[in-house]
């Protein structure tokens, strides 16, 4: 399945919603569900610096493309672990910037749409010369996790959001060095 890249345009927000939502009882992304917003709140958040949408080409003349993934940027300044990652990180928070909503059809896994969209973002944060934090639920179901190891980030401590149900376990932040 080829694929391409492309800044995402307001067209695609609906797009995105629907992916993350199919995808969502496999893969327990996001981890609320229902949230208590919008699912387009979810996906285009306040401080976004930048997003991207994958799409396959399409087969014949006739077929559309299909949206297969998405990611997004964020300037972590007044978000609600920013300064837990900074602590982390050892860098003023308006100098990190972190990966969000990256999501991945399921279907169309295992053929790079992920490593393609974080190449993207990484690059992208380190133009802006922030340093890349991300914050990930690293439980038996997420892939996620195995996916930033392999790319070199490394987990730099645990934080317990005020939207993580009690018993589960804390949430992974994470830096790319």
């Given at each position: ?28 992304y996001p ?47 007044d ?44 690059g ?17 179901r ?6 930033y ?5 490394r987990v730099?401590?645990e934080?317990?959001?005020r ?15």
């Amino acid at each position: 399945m080829d694929f391409t890249l492309r800044p995402r345009r307001p067209a695609d927000v609906p797009l995105v919603a629907d992916l993350i939502m199919r995808q969502q009882p496999q893969t327990r992304y996001p981890f609320r569900n229902p949230l208590p917003f919008p699912i387009e709140e979810f996906v285009v958040r306040d401080g976004e610096l930048a997003a991207w949408v994958a799409e396959t080409a399409p087969e014949t003349t006739a077929d559309a493309r299909t949206l297969v993934g998405h990611v997004s940027v964020l300037d972590v300044t007044d978000h609600a672990i920013g300064p837990s990652w900074a602590d982390a990180v050892g860098r003023p928070v308006e100098e990190l910037a972190a990966v969000s909503v990256l999501v991945v059809d399921l279907d169309a896994g295992r053929r790079g749409i992920a490593t393609r969209l974080m190449d993207e973002c990484e690059g992208y944060m380190r133009d802006l010369g922030r340093t890349p934090v991300l914050e990930v639920v690293a439980d038996a179901r997420s892939r996620a996790l195995g996916l930033y190891l392999r790319r070199g980030w490394r987990v730099i401590g645990e934080v317990r959001p005020r939207w993580l149900p009690p018993g589960e376990g804390p949430v992974k932040i994470m830096m790319l060095d």
